[in-house]
């Protein structure tokens, strides 16, 4: 979710993306390059979970699906070793 603000820091956390091992700025998903290669469709999709989870809407449960979908969608099928 990287469109933050860009004053945010990387902090200890981690992309948890398979093998990456990047760090992430607090609130974000996951580390910037892979963010960007999510689809748009799927970036829309984790955003509007979080906005329906934020406003009471969603479920934490939905929210977590959305970001499990777009952290599969750009985890190598086979990563290297």
């Given at each position: 979710m990287s469109s933050l603000s860009s004053a945010m820091t990387v902090t200890a956390a981690r992309c948890p993306v398979p093998v990456c091992g990047r760090g992430r700025r607090d609130g974000d998903l996951m580390c910037r390059p892979h963010w960007l290669r999510v689809p748009a469709a799927m970036q829309?999709?984790?955003?509007?979970?979080?906005?329906?989870?934020?406003?009471?809407?969603?479920?934490?449960?939905?929210l977590r699906a959305a970001q499990g979908a777009a952290i599969r969608s750009v985890t190598p099928k086979d990563p290297a070793p």
């Open positions: 829309r999709a984790v955003w509007d979970a979080f906005r329906r989870f934020e406003r009471g809407a969603g479920t934490i449960e939905a």
